[in-house]
């Protein structure tokens, strides 16, 4: 399970380490899964993206939070068939189109019972609004991942944590998380391509994220240090199982 920013291209940037080591996986053979905690691309965008990148590959080998918030709420509801079950969502075109595909969902303002907040660039004062007067009327608060700060060029910008934390002050709830490093992806992502957890390894750049997503799920962990995360960073801190300067040093 393989993440993309920092790990196979960064922004704009091609990884090239990160690249070579998606093509020795497809050469070898072995199944892979790209893992993402980005919402605001749909799995056809992120294919796009990647060709831009160099790899070629298709969408039953993507995995967002937005395909594990759909799932888990679908899996929280299985007697709920004859009622929809009403959605706020804060978030962009990738959050959007994946939860409204499915027809269990409908949008609903003023008495949902889900608020999911994703990644918004255009989120405004009313959205807070009416997403905490919905969590305040009992809606359950998801967030699809905490990251507070994304990498962009030489800023961190604001990013979907951020965001939550503002909706948990103005509601009083905290979300409940569903992207790395929470184990809810990791375990959907293995339900969906059927695998154990014995038999997967987690890929990324991100120690606080990729890496104690495989701590909270059991799953190995290979990190690569040619995204957020630097050799002093991880010093007394409890260890992945495997770390490598870049994605040509690990050896299949
Ligand atoms: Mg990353």
Redesign the pocket.
Known sequence: MI?????VYRGEDTVESGVRFVHRLIEAKKDYLFLTNNTTRTPQMVVDKLKGHGVETDTDHIYTPSMATASYILSQNKDHSNKKIGLYIIGEIGLWRELLQHPEFELNEENPDYVIVGMDKDLTYHKVRVASRAIRRGATFIGTNADMNLPTGDELIPGNGSQCVFVAAASGVDPLYIGKPESIIVKKALAKVGYAKEDALLV???YD??IKAGFNSDVDQLLTLT??TQKEDIIGKRQPTYVVNNLDEFKL
Do not use: A, K, P, R
């Open positions: 993440d993309l920013d920092g790990t990324g750049d991100n994220t990729d995204g957020v």
